[in-house]
């Protein structure tokens, strides 16, 4: 575990680093409830959990999960869509955080590309696919089996995509730390 995982949110680059990626999370997430948005609300290309999968990544799971909650709260209040505020995909936003943190700081200890690939499958897996999708299931009293029959295809490019760019970031001299 690295000072800054041991520290969490109270060391100051931790805090700031952790608040740059939940505004960059806030600042995608309102652009893809705006622009991305299919289905009213149902379908969504997102790629707000990046930043939050990379705070949990370099950080650890508390700090991972901090940063999906606040950013996913902030999210909804500043987006022009009428979406309620739901508990439970707030919930799913902190299990992304908390779950990239797990697998990238214990489950797979050496570092490695694997390593951050594991991360962001299992983070959607089980905080996009499972959690968020059953909240949306609840506020839209749909099929759940057919809503996640839905998100699938969606989540399997994203996944591809943003492991492929946080696989690029983490081979910067930057991040070697992180990764080698």
Known sequence: MSKNQKNGLRNVKVLTTAAMLGALSVVIGIFCKNFLNFGNGLFRVTFENFPIIMSGILFGPIVGAVTGIVSDMVSYFLST???????????????????????????????????????????????????????????????YGMLLLYRLPTYALIIAIESFFLCLIFRHKAFTKYTR
Request: aromatic residues 12%; proline residues 2%; without cysteine.
């Open 81 to 143: 869509q009428s979406f309620a505020i739901s508990p439970i995909v707030t919930l799913g936003a902190a299990l992304v955080g908390a779950v990239s943190g797990i697998v990238s700081n214990y489950v797979i200890k050496k570092k490695s590309t694997f390593r951050i690939i594991l991360s962001v499958l299992a983070a959607h897996a089980v905080g996009s696919l499972i959690v968020k999708t059953f909240g949306i299931y609840a506020y839209y009293n749909m099929s």
